[in-house]
């Protein structure tokens, strides 16, 4: 493609690419042109489960197209499809005769019981393995999803364990790179793009350490950098509510599930007598 087509819109580059491409990446094209919602929610997986072809082949298709790969080609779809809206909308239809804020509550919370339901017993129990045993835990985030990293690394820093995290993005890589083969860093990103945390996550996988990816992409760039990819289900589990509106709540829950697993199975009681110590005496009335 020429310089000029990389602003074109994805379904404006699908349609006009239709006569250049293989029959199998056609195949790819007349689906995501038929139903874009549909392909904006779903992985490149499914899309080629779909379509009847190779995973390969989806993102050969994207590549086509002027874009890195699935998850750039995802998101420029789902810049231009409309139906992400209606689907958070309709959410709050059982609210619509109340007051605004009991309504935007009911908006934000449907499915967030789901959050951790991608995440198998034994994949649970793997990471939480890797927290109780690690000589320390390095958390990582940015943007938004900050105030969660910080809430990650308060409450495994409670139950005893030493915990660091870090804002500023340089230190993040400086840290993650320095991490040894007993360290686990979990870097927290619900796109899995975030340019600075795909970094610090690079700088993880370079370096000793295991790295445990938590994200709502499990196609993205981060995601294939990790040993473990903790997949945490947005509330209606939509990718275009991931986008738009960034909500952390799923990830407050998963934060909140993986202390109390990791509380469980840790053995730092003394520990946390002590930082139940320190605690006691600096609250006020």
């Given amino acids: ?109 449907p499915g967030l019981e789901r959050a951790m339901d991608a995440v198998s017993r034994e994949q649970a129990d793997r990471v939480v393995e890797l927290i109780c045993s690690a000589e320390s835990i390095f958390v990582a985030a940015n943007g938004q999803s900050a105030p969660t990293a910080m809430d990650l690394a308060y409450r495994l820093l409670s139950e005893g364990h030493r915990v660091s995290t870090m804002t500023d993005v340089l230190s993040q890589q400086i840290a993650a790179r320095q991490l040894g083969g007993e360290d686990v860093c979990i870097v927290i990103s619900p796109s899995g793009l975030n340019e600075l945390s795909v970094r610090v996550a690079q700088a993880a996988a370079s370096s000793e350490a295991t790295l445990v990816v938590m994200t709502s992409n499990t196609d993205s760039p981060a995601a294939k950098l990790a040993d473990e990819v903790l997949n945490i289900v947005p509330p209606l589990n939509t990718f275009w509510n991931e986008l738009e509106f960034v909500s952390r709540l799923h990830y407050a829950v998963a934060a909140e599930v993986l202390g109390r697993q990791v509380r469980m199975r840790g053995e730092g009681e003394s520990q946390r007598r002590r930082i139940l110590d320190v605690v006691t005496e600096n609250l006020v009335e």
């Fill in 1 to 109: 493609m020429n310089h000029l087509d990389e602003h074109l819109p994805a379904t404006t580059r699908l349609s006009s690419a239709l006569n250049t491409l293989l029959p199998s990446e056609t195949k790819v094209a007349r689906e995501v042109l038929q139903d874009a919602a549909a392909a904006v929610d779903s992985t490149a997986q499914q899309l080629a489960d779909r379509v009847g072809v190779a995973r390969s082949t989806v993102v050969r298709t994207c590549r086509k197209l002027g874009y890195e790969g699935y998850p750039q080609f995802r998101v420029a779809l789902a810049r231009e499809t409309p139906t992400g809206h209606d689907a958070v909308e309709s959410a709050a239809e059982d609210g619509a005769d109340m007051a605004p804020w009991p309504a935007e509550a009911r908006r934000l919370t």
